[in-house]
Structures are given as C-alpha cells and as structure tokens.
C-alpha cells in the first residue's frame, strides 16, 4: 500500500492530503496552497501528454484546480485528493479537446502538429520512442474521448478499470473507444490512410 502523501509546513509538520483537505474546507488558505504546489507537477504533466501542448495544459490544470477546490466538500475521502483530481483533470482535458475539435470543423482553428520530441525523455529506449511517436502521431486525428483512453493507456500505463474510473465511464464504453483508437493507432503503424 502507497504511503499517504504528505507535505511539510514551514514549522517542519508534515501534513497528509487528508489533513489539507479537511484544512481546505475549514478555509485555510495555505493547505490550498500545499495541495496545489504537490499535485500541480503531476496534473500538469498528466495534462501535456494528452493535449500535447504545454501552454494549453496549463490553462486547463488550473481550471481543474478551481473546480476542485470549488467542489471539495463532495469528496469522500479526503485521503483520495490525488485520484479525484486526476479524473478532474481528464475531465476537463477531455472538454478543452471537444471544444478544440469543435472550433477546427467550423475553420476558426487550424491543426497544430503534436511534436513528440517536447513529451519523450530524452534518454527513452528506441523501442519506446517508437511506441510514442506512432501513438502521437495520430492523436490529433482522434476524437477526443478516443484520444483520451489511448492515452491514459498506452502514455500513462494504466489499467482498463483505473481508465474508466479516470473517465467517469462505464467499463465497456472505455473497451469501446480503446479498440477503436487501437485499430487507427493499427491502420496508422501499417501504413494505412487516416481521414
């Protein structure tokens, strides 16, 4: 079992996500702070590697922060804070793509290629560098629910439960879009035409 997360105050107490959440809600303003200074890098890094654009990725995790802190009192488990902002942040990665696709069909965006060299570590094994480049080499062309679970599953690793869960979707509706973004990913690697 993972340890719980836990930052350290000024005074040298090391606090809980458990314990900044219930400080949250109670209005202290600094266990807001401590939540987001510890999960910003990840809800960042989490955010680029769907959108594929630092800038964007940005703008979307702090809209993912407000809402979260907006809607703290409908956690459960204020231990889970990691998780639930997670699935907030795919949430709202997810809404940002749709309206994104939405502006390029009625010509108010153009299609900004994904540059994969700005999302792989630079000391990647050639066969994960591989693995990368075909997967964002047709994200773009995805919708983006599609776009989404090949993310989180062939970037994030995760598994098909952990991906609905994230998603706030049904386990076959994630089965669904997955194969589908699998067979373009498929048709991509052999060659084939995408439209």
Not at 135 to 145: D, F, H, I, N
């Given at each position: 079992m993972a340890e719980p997360a836990r930052v350290s105050s000024q005074s040298g107490v090391t606090h809980s996500d458990a314990a900044l959440?219930?400080?949250?809600?109670?209005?202290?303003?600094?266990?807001?702070?401590?939540?987001?200074?510890r999960h910003m890098p990840v809800a960042i890094g989490l955010s680029q590697r769907?959108?594929?654009r630092q800038g964007e990725a940005e703008d979307v995790v702090q809209d993912a922060f407000v809402e979260a802190f907006e809607r703290l009192d409908r956690l459960d488990n204020p231990q889970a804070f990691a998780a639930w902002l997670r699935s907030i942040v795919v949430h709202r990665v997810s809404k940002?793509?749709?309206?994104?696709?939405?502006?390029?069909?009625?010509?108010?965006r153009t299609r900004v290629p994904i540059d994969p060299d700005t999302l792989i570590a630079r000391g990647a094994p050639a066969e994960v560098v591989q693995e990368?480049?075909?997967?964002?080499?047709?994200?773009?062309?995805?919708?983006?629910?599609?776009?989404?679970?090949?993310?989180?599953?062939?970037?994030?690793?995760?598994?098909?439960?952990?991906?609905?869960?994230?998603?706030?979707?049904?386990?076959?509706?994630?089965?669904r879009?997955?194969?589908a973004a699998e067979a373009r990913l498929g048709r991509a690697r052999a060659g084939g035409r995408e439209p």
């Open positions: 959440v219930v400080a949250a809600r109670a209005g202290d303003a600094s266990a807001r702070e401590g939540l987001f200074r769907i959108l594929g940002h793509l749709r309206r994104q696709q939405l502006l390029m069909r009625l010509g108010m990368l480049r075909a997967v964002y080499g047709v994200l773009e062309r995805l919708p983006a629910e599609q776009r989404v679970a090949l993310v989180l599953r062939r970037v994030e690793g995760l598994e098909l439960s952990e991906i609905a869960a994230q998603m706030q979707l049904s386990l076959a509706t994630v089965k879009r997955l194969a």
